[in-house]
């Protein structure tokens, strides 16, 4: 294969990947596959993406190939003196090059010959990391090397920045969802701990469902606001010490749609999620529960999930009216349920992990 062609595919290659790339929101993730493939394009032995730590004035990378993580003050060798000089290096041999320091390789016992490194930019132009490219299987790193490592930077800069939003609207959604399920809590008078049993129910549950990693971890974060809709209902009612009356669980009923309606939005994926869990986890797998007496897998997994986990925590939970169950007979009531209230899958699936289940109860049982 002639020159130019190599070069053609391999930009014809870096345009596909980039795309890609451009759609990853997991940190770790990215670098993955940001190293593996500039280390490939560019034929190195190893390739790091370091991020600069502002706070800490470093360079960090949890990814290079061999190593889990390397931290370096951001004046530092090779990769620091891109980040300070905001150019690309070419170094050809590393151990003559005033620009390099031996200090990582001492640390991993390896030896550096030829080095490539490429800022990255924000789209305010400030450096937010540095490709580091590390011995060239042949020859040396070139020009050619340089410009396919500069065109990928420009879809992994942005990346970077789309996943620190990402983690940042994240956080921030974490701390509201734990704020709301704070308020729900303290207007029912439930123990402070039950959100997090149900929500570490809930991710048993999912995770032997075979739900990916990140719907399991979505779950497991918001279900702690199912009973949102609580906030709407009177004290008295949610804190009489006997039974309802007819009317009374009527309008307990409502908290619901309430907690949906509160939760909806459309724009916003993480509480869409949350939504449909406050609506949907007292449907029954029988279709006889509320508030729309959806039936089946109608019902979505979100709520079908909940159900079993918040069922099984409140007959568990010490109640104004009633002493708590103990764990064998909840169980038995789960699966005395199974088809009836609940999907008969997630039965299964719940009894099987038992063991993980008494260890949560225990944990985190009121005092």
């Known amino acids: 294969m002639n020159t130019d062609l190599e070069y053609d595919d391999k930009l014809d290659l870096l345009l596909r990947l980039g795309s890609e790339i451009s759609r990853e929101n997991d940190l770790g993730r990215l670098l993955e596959k940001f190293g593996d493939f500039s280390r490939d394009i560019v034929e190195a032995q190893r390739c790091s993406i370091f991020i600069h730590d502002e706070k800490r004035n470093e360079l960090w990378t949890m990814f290079s190939h061999g190593v889990e993580e390397i931290r370096m003050a951001v004046n530092l060798g090779v990769a620091g003196y891109a980040a300070n000089t905001r150019e690309i290096q070419i170094v050809t041999d590393a151990y003559k090059d005033f620009r390099f320091s031996n200090a990582t390789d001492k640390k991993l016992s390896y030896v550096t010959n030829t080095i490539l490194a490429v800022p990255l930019f924000d789209k305010k132009d400030n450096v937010i990391g540095v490709i580091e490219a590390i011995n060239k299987k042949q020859g040396l790193f070139t020009n050619i090397d340089a410009e396919l490592l500069l065109l990928l930077s420009q879809y992994v800069s942005t990346t970077i920045e789309n996943v620190f939003l990402y983690n940042k609207l994240r956080d921030t959604n974490t701390k509201l969802i734990d704020k ?30 075979g739900l990916e990693k990140d719907e399991v971890d979505v779950i497991t974060l918001v279900c702690t606001l199912h009973d949102a809709g609580k906030i709407a209902i009177p004290k008295g009612i949610l804190r009489k010490p006997g039974q309802l009356t007819v009317e009374e669980f009527e309008i307990v009923k409502t908290h619901s749609m309430i907690g949906y309606n509160i939760l909806n939005d459309q724009d916003n994926d993480i509480l869409q999620i949350a939504a449909i869990i406050a609506r949907d986890h007292h449907e029954r797998w029988d279709g006889t529960g509320y508030p729309n007496r959806t039936k089946g897998h109608n019902i979505s997994i979100h709520g079908r999930i909940v159900a079993i986990a918040d069922v099984f925590d409140a007959l568990t939970s010490k109640r104004p009216h009633r002493a708590p169950w103990t764990i064998e007979k909840a169980i038995e009531h789960v699966i005395a349920e199974k088809g009836k209230h609940f999907e008969p899958y997630l039965v299964d699936i719940f009894v099987n992990k038992l063991k993980d289940v008494k260890e949560i109860y225990n944990e985190y049982k009121e005092e």
Request: glycine share 6%; aromatic share 10%; proline share 0%.
């Open 180 to 209: 709301l399920s704070t308020a729900a809590e303290f207007k029912d008078n439930e123990g402070s701990k039950h959100t997090v049993r149900v929500a570490l129910y809930s991710r048993i549950l999912a995770l032997g469902y």
